[in-house]
């Protein structure tokens, strides 16, 4: 009961803060791709990966008072900041749902901006392609993005490096 | 003629509650709908255990499908000659329309859950791979049963064609609003598509309404707002979704542990207690066939399978009570004691479901390029987010209401001993 809100809540006390809805749907879904067990389903949307399903269970975890939702102007946008509140610790702690250690790739995400990190969720959607096809297929459904080859040289490279 | 062009000598048409009349002229749209995947969809119900709510939701998931068929058949005629159309694409558009939903199981929304599938990858596995629409579509072109589940899929690299289908405002919602409004017989859910048609108009990557027609689009978003919470999230059904999925928990674990012997084998369920379910077992699996078993299954020797499926079948549902986990979660910790106690199983009697358990979209005003709004085209053709212009909507697109309930089996709870301590306890906590 309530398992799925619990393993949200041990990624945001693993990453203490995340800023950006984007980046926290692309976040959810790379480690998803990793192999760590989010029940939140996923489909494409003109953004990329995006799911409703955690869209709606963070806004009841921030209406249950275990996630702080901050909602600041940036440059003539909003942004959104969260972080996991002393009552969502509790919860935590007392839920008895064990979570896996996601420290490592966290912290490797938290080291790339939010269109490198919807670059590689992009990839790994596709990732029943092949290589070329992948990029061919990021390129027509992203092809405002104008990635160059270098930038899928470097998120080959964080696939590869978060999946050793 | 190429059998892309080919037309039907007369037109046929299917008599609709909601549209009044399917037109099909198209020989391969007339082909496709006589596929037996297509014709799969009449035994799928559109909203599941709705039906135990509102008797009349026993429309299908073929209804459903015809009618998104036939929205975006009038949208293009509306978009001919319009800029930024290209009417080639017309042909993929109709076939992806009344596509979208193939792969869709038996009560979806629960068989997905506990068996973790996506009807999407079976809506595209059926497109593309040995199958009789497959077959059809590639009369079209090799690459077409391709393009078609790319739409479907939203990957096409059109993306005007794929928001006809899915996007804040497509064709999909539009249809199941009123069809389901229709069939539930709630006077919420209705809206001027007429109107909505009208004004909506071809950009380079989506489709956008004239300022013009805000007040229709309102209505529309106020219907889904109302729909969601009237209909879609009724705890009514949501019990049942909960007796549902507890069956097909404690089908599989007695399957699982393979000490239990079934009076009828689930042999139909066996490839999907054992994550191996391959296209042919998907599409044999109707509600037809899950009903059957669950008829059968009320008089298995298991007492927990059993009594289950009498509940569904009966319509013998779980009570709820409200449930905040915020403020009663060590409440919660209690009663899963106290039913263990008492000799009511906790894993198949107590539940608490929120409203994130259920796929449903709000409206999104796209902050953060999460997903694409709706965009109202102003007169001097500056393109304006919807809730930036409309107050309704923005007053129903900021703070999310939602929902928690804690389902569990009264009349177990009711058949302890009277004077039971632990029959007293559970009542305490479930009185708060």
């Given at each position: 009961m309530l398992e799925d809100h619990a393993r949200l809540m041990a990624f945001f006390e693993q990453a203490q803060e995340v800023v950006g809805r984007k980046r926290?749907?692309?976040?959810?879904?790379?480690?998803?791709?990793?192999?760590?067990?989010?029940?939140?389903?996923?489909?494409?949307?003109?953004?990329?990966?995006?799911s409703e399903e955690l869209s709606t269970r963070i806004e009841e975890l921030c209406n249950l008072g275990f996630l702080d939702e901050a909602k600041e102007k940036e440059k003539g946008y909003y942004q959104y900041r969260y972080h996991l509140t002393d009552r969502g610790a509790g919860f935590l702690s007392e839920s008895g749902v064990t979570t896996p250690n996601m420290d490592a790739v966290?912290?490797?995400?938290?080291?790339?901006?939010?269109?490198?990190?919807?670059?590689?969720?992009?990839?790994?959607?596709?990732?029943?392609?092949?290589?070329?096809?992948?990029?061919?297929?990021?390129?027509?459904?992203?092809?405002?993005?104008?990635?160059?080859?270098?930038?899928?040289?470097?998120?080959?490279?964080?696939?590869?490096?978060?999946?050793? | 003629m190429a059998y892309r062009d080919e037309k039907l000598h007369e037109e046929k048409v299917f008599k609709d509650p909601v549209h009044r009349y399917?037109?099909?002229?198209?020989?391969?749209?007339?082909?496709?709908?006589?596929t037996p995947e297509f014709q799969r969809l009449r035994r799928i119900k559109q909203l599941g255990t709705t039906y135990l709510t509102f008797h009349g939701a026993e429309h299908s998931r073929f209804n459903h499908s015809l009618g998104v068929y036939e929205i975006v058949r009038r949208i293009i005629e509306n978009f001919r000659d319009q800029p930024f159309w290209?009417?080639?694409?017309?042909?993929?558009?109709?076939?992806?329309?009344?596509?979208h939903d193939l792969g869709h199981g038996p009560f979806s929304h629960s068989f997905e859950k506990v068996f973790d599938l996506d009807h999407e990858d079976f809506t595209r596995a059926i497109i593309l791979g040995d199958t009789k629409v497959n077959e059809i579509l590639?009369?079209?072109?090799?690459?077409?049963?391709?393009?078609?589940?790319?739409?479907?899929?939203?990957?096409?690299?059109?993306?005007l064609v794929v928001s006809l289908i899915s996007?804040?405002?497509?064709?999909?919602?539009?249809?199941y609003l009123q069809r389901d409004a229709y069939f539930t017989g709630v006077s919420y859910g209705h809206f001027d598509m007429e109107r909505i048609l009208r004004v909506m108009r071809p950009m380079e990557d989506q489709m956008v309404i004239k300022e013009s027609g805000m007040h229709a689009v309102e209505d529309y978003i106020m219907s889904r707002y109302q729909m969601y919470w009237q209909v879609y999230f009724h705890p009514v059904t949501r019990s049942a979704e909960v007796i549902l999925s507890k069956i097909l928990h404690r089908a599989k674990e007695l399957y699982m542990a393979n000490e239990y012997e079934f009076k009828l084998k689930p042999t139909h369920f066996e490839s999907f207690f054992l994550k191996e379910v391959s296209l042919e077992d998907y599409l044999k699996l109707d509600e037809n066939v899950v009903f059957y078993y669950f008829h059968i299954w009320k008089e298995e020797e298991d007492a927990i399978l059993s009594d289950l499926c009498r509940r569904f079948v009966d319509r013998d549902l779980f009570k709820y009570i409200e449930f905040d986990p915020g403020n009663q979660y060590?409440?919660?910790?209690?009663?899963?004691?106290?039913?263990?106690?008492?000799?009511?199983?906790?894993?198949?009697?107590?539940?608490?479901d929120?409203?994130?358990?259920?796929?449903?979209?709000?409206?999104?005003?796209?902050?953060?390029?999460?997903?694409?709004?709706?965009?109202?085209?102003?007169?001097?053709?500056?393109?304006?987010?919807?809730?930036r212009q409309s107050d309704i909507v923005e007053s129903i697109s900021g703070k999310k209401r939602t929902d928690h309930k804690l389902y569990f089996a009264k009349d177990l709870i009711e058949q302890l001993p009277e004077e039971s301590d632990i029959k007293k306890r559970i009542y305490e906590i479930l009185k708060g």
């Open positions: 926290l749907q692309k976040m959810v879904y790379i480690l998803k791709k990793c192999g760590f067990d989010f029940s939140e389903r996923y489909s494409f949307h003109f953004y990329g990966p995006y966290i912290q490797k995400m938290d080291e790339q901006s939010s269109k490198f990190l919807e670059l590689v969720s992009t990839m790994l959607y596709f990732d029943n392609f092949s290589k070329e096809e992948i990029e061919d297929k990021v390129r027509t459904v992203k092809s405002q993005q104008n990635y160059t080859e270098a930038d899928f040289e470097e998120a080959w490279r964080f696939i590869n490096d978060m999946k050793h | 399917i037109h099909v002229r198209d020989r391969v749209i007339w082909d496709l709908i006589g290209d009417d080639d694409e017309r042909i993929l558009c109709l076939c992806a329309a009344l596509l590639r009369r079209v072109d090799e690459n077409f049963p391709q393009d078609v589940a790319d739409v479907i899929h939203k990957t096409y690299s059109n993306k996007s804040q405002i497509d064709a999909d919602r539009m249809d060590r409440e919660l910790m209690d009663l899963k004691e106290c039913f263990n106690e008492a000799g009511v199983d906790p894993i198949y009697y107590l539940e608490v929120s409203s994130s358990d259920l796929p449903y979209d709000f409206y999104r005003p796209g902050e953060e390029e999460e997903r694409l709004p709706i965009h109202l085209q102003l007169p001097t053709g500056e393109l304006k987010e919807l809730s």
